[in-house]
């Protein structure tokens, strides 16, 4: 495994350092980064802290940094008002000062919810990501976006809050479990078909995960240099950044038809991703041999290639979608592999022909 680092513009600008072993260098890029810190809070959970999180703050604490760890249990649940209360709390009680740091250590919750919490304590302090599973990776510990659930939905509360660095260490997932690994795996899928059809080629080339590990470097490079890319041009999610979600209107629905314990995220895009391809078949968008061909990428790294659902879950994620306005949805499809269209159609045809192509 080889190491990189890419730079992003938006914010302050800040690197994504990819390097293995990068978890025991914290302390020394933290300093680097964030010179006026004295405390760094720490938040993990209760998987990921046990594993990494004595590395990491002996790498913070030997550059001198004061750390306190906040664990949360593990879990979606813990994205939640009542959690980011008690963080605010332990960050108060730790007594940060506006030059200090925030650290996340661990999944998409963890960087979600650490996010949050820095960009809002004292008016906001400065934020580390170091994203611990693949989706983390690849998606949401770069770009920016903090969120918590409500009983309503998810992320419906959050905010656009930059990190001051990324320290992502691809040796750490190696201790994911096969179906986490592969859930990001659905996103890393997704980079390839909206907008890079050579590295959609690489993907189907390496159909397990010691094939995929091999290389892992230049795929989370890969994908972070798209997001980053996408991130700098749109940063507050207005335009072109909806693109990211190729795959995932659909997959809201089957997330939510699941109760979002039956199909975690990325099965659910997985999934997701197949429908848009076969609608834009269907609306003569989308080049016939596509669905095929993301199917068989998907299928042969043991990801669901179709889902049902009730047509009331897509009702509500076509609703609810954050592409929408008013009557109308933007569908993210790809004309063909590496290519994507965004279309804006009515949302009453667009549950019409879904409701048409499923049977319903
Ligand atoms: N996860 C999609 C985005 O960051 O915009």
């Known amino acids: 495994m080889d190491a990189k680092t890419l730079h992003v513009d938006a914010g302050g600008g800040y690197d994504i350092v990819i390097e293995p072993g990068v978890l025991d260098r914290a302390g020394e890029l933290v300093k680097a980064t964030l010179p ?6 720490v938040l993990t959970d209760s998987n990921v802290g046990p594993v990494y999180g004595p590395r990491f703050v002996a790498s913070l604490e030997t550059r001198g940094f004061m750390v306190r760890t906040h664990v949360i249990p593990a879990g979606e649940t813990s994205k939640c008002a009542a959690s980011l209360v008690e963080i605010w709390s332990a960050m108060a009680a730790f007594g940060m000062t506006r030059t200090d740091g925030v650290a996340a250590l661990g999944g998409g919750v963890v960087g979600d919810l650490a996010g949050l919490a820095a960009s809002t304590i004292l008016r906001g302090v400065d934020l580390v990501q170091a994203p611990t599973t693949l989706l983390s990776q690849v998606d949401s510990s770069v770009g920016g976006k903090t969120a918590i659930d409500l009983p309503e939905g998810k992320n419906l509360v959050g905010t656009f809050y930059q990190p001051r660095l990324v320290l992502m260490d691809p040796e750490v997932l190696s201790t994911l479990p096969t179906d986490v690994f592969m859930s990001g795996m659905a996103e890393v899928v997704k980079y390839g078909c909206i907008w890079d059809r050579e590295f959609f080629d690489f993907l ?34 207005t335009g072109l950044r909806m693109i990211l979600n190729f795959g995932h209107t659909l997959g809201h629905a089957y997330e939510l038809a699941g109760d979002y314990v039956k199909w975690s995220h990325g099965q659910a895009v997985a999934a997701g991703m197949v429908t848009a391809a076969n609608l834009g078949v269907e609306l003569g968008v989308t080049a016939p041999d596509v669905p095929g061909k993301i199917k068989g990428v998907l299928a042969s790294l043991g990801l669901p290639t179709e889902i049902s659902c009730g047509f009331e879950h897509i009702e509500k994620a076509v609703g609810v979608d954050k592409k929408s306005s008013g009557d109308f949805v933007t569908l993210i499809l790809i004309e063909d592999i590496g290519k994507v269209k965004p279309l804006k159609i009515q949302k009453s045809d667009a549950l019409e022909l879904l409701s048409r192509m499923l049977g319903r």
């Open 36 to 41: 006026r810190a004295k405390k760094i809070f």
């Open 204 to 237: 189907a080339a390496r159909p397990t995960r010691e094939a995929l590990m091999a290389y892992i470097t230049h795929i989370l490079y890969t994908c972070c240099d798209i997001k980053r890319k996408v991130v700098n041009e749109d940063e507050h999610d």
